[in-house]
Structures are given as structure tokens and as C-alpha cells.
């Protein structure tokens, strides 16, 4: 099933799927990872879906819309996994300028024929 998936079709309806939910349901991300998941965000290392719940609903921001530049991705390695490497622009609430970012996404295959974030490294991009 997701062997035959077309890598960037996937990695498209991963990325607007992820930051439509983290934009207006954060607390809906915790389906997207598992127990064995690493968030690395800004050098900090979480793991497990409670801990990175915990670490994206409690940062200093109600409100934000993600604004996506790029997207890339490869497969990855035999078990049919996939990077997504993510640029765009963060925009808070309240706030004039736009925060630049990186992230990149590891995703591997469930049983289901979907997919799960394994790890996830966040940084923001400063000028």
C-alpha cells in the first residue's frame, strides 16, 4: 500500500494536514506520532506522543497560521519510510513579522497504509 504511493503526493497531504491541525487543533497532532517519536525542537530532544503534545500545546502562542515555501522529500531506507524537509514562513498573532523555519519530518508506514511521524526536527531560521 504505501510502497506504491507517489512520495510527493504523500508528502503534500502530510504537510498541509500537519500544519492545518497545528494551526487550529494542536492538541490533534498527538494521533500523528507514536510512543518510539523524537521531536527535536529548537535542540530540545522529546519523546513519546504525551511529552511532544505536552511541548507543542505549551509554547508561548495561541494563535499562529504556517505559510509553506518548500517542500521536499526522498524515501527513505527499506522499511519504505520518507523524509519531508519543510521551509515556509510563521506568522503569530499580533505580531508584524513573519518567523522563518525549517522542519523536517521522518515518516514511516503504519500497518494501516497511512503514515506516523518517527522524528520531527523543528528550528527557526534566523536572518
Known sequence: MAAQMDPDAV????VEHYYSTFDNNRI?????????SMLTFEGQKIQGVQSI?????SLPFQQCKHNISTVDCQPSGPASGMLVFVSGNLQ????????????????????????????????????
Open 92 to 127: 503569530l498573532a499580533g505580531e508584524e513579522h513573519a518567523l522563518k523555519f525549517s522542519q523536517m519530518f521522518h515518516l514511516m508506514p503504519t500497518p494501516q497504509g497511512s503514515f506516523y511521524v518517527f522524528n520531527d526536527i523543528f528550528r527557526l531560521n534566523y536572518a
Open 53 to 57: 503534545v505536552a511541548k507543542l500545546t
Open 11 to 14: 508528502a503534500k497531504a502530510f
Open 28 to 36: 490533534g497532532l498527538g494521533g500523528l506520532y507514536q510512543e518510539a
